[in-house]
């Protein structure tokens, strides 16, 4: 499942702007008063300005032997999140490794190492090891209505979990996290998920708006 363009909203745009071209030093395409849009390997990134906004989560797939590369870099730059004590989560059921930060909203960042895509470079870690948007967070009371949606636009196989709780759907190229917030918070900070707005183009395309899915054409 391909992630072409994720567009998240925010209330500091100068300052996400700043963080994500300066500190994660990513090509900024595109910049006015109202959003601007960065280069996250083969994915675009956009940020628009908005009044109000609840913090998301998403993944950024990464070169599969430079976890402990980017554990370095990312250190230089910001603390990063720590994962039940430990600065790495093993997902050892999905075969990868991942590290978590903060941006300037609190969107919780992650940075996983897929062994599975066998992206294999030797070069020093920096922001040309990011490969794609690979996950973004789905959040509602009911994971089941979601995936129904989902599945109205293309169906997509479940990758981890089930409807009750988490559920992951898609591939390791791309996955949708499906997160029931009346039964788990997010990981690794244990806070509560929120209802977080976005849009998204590639394989599906779509708005999630006020916790509803609107499909774009």
């Not at 978590?100 to 090891?129: M, W």
């Not at 949606?149 to 990758?159: F, G, S």
């Amino acid at each position: 499942m391909k992630i072409s363009e994720l567009t998240l909203f925010t209330t500091k745009l100068e300052a996400q702007k700043q963080f994500y071209a300066q500190v994660l030093e990513l090509p900024l395409l595109f910049s006015d008063e109202e959003k601007f849009t960065v280069k996250i390997g083969v994915s675009l990134l956009t940020f628009v300005k908005t009044i109000t906004s609840n913090p998301a989560h998403f993944a950024v797939n990464i070169s599969s032997n430079k976890i402990q590369e980017a554990l370095s870099w990312i250190q230089n730059r910001i603390q990063i999140l720590l994962c039940e004590g430990e600065n790495i989560a093993d997902f050892s059921n999905w075969n990868a490794e991942a590290l978590y930060f903060y941006d300037q909203d609190q969107n919780i960042v992650e940075f996983i190492a897929r062994k599975d895509l066998e992206i294999i470079n030797t070069y020093p870690f920096s922001s040309s090891d990011f490969l794609n948007i690979s996950e973004i967070g789905i959040v509602s009371n009911n994971n089941k209505t979601i995936y129904d949606e989902l599945q109205a636009i293309h169906p997509i196989p479940i990758y981890d979990g089930n409807l009750e709780r988490f559920c992951a759907l898609g591939n390791t190229e791309g996955l949708f996290i499906l997160v029931n917030n009346t039964k788990k918070n997010w990981f690794p900070t244990q806070e509560e998920a929120f209802v977080a707005d976005f849009k998204l183009k590639g394989d599906y395309n779509f708005a999630f708006t006020n916790g509803k899915i609107i499909v774009e054409k």
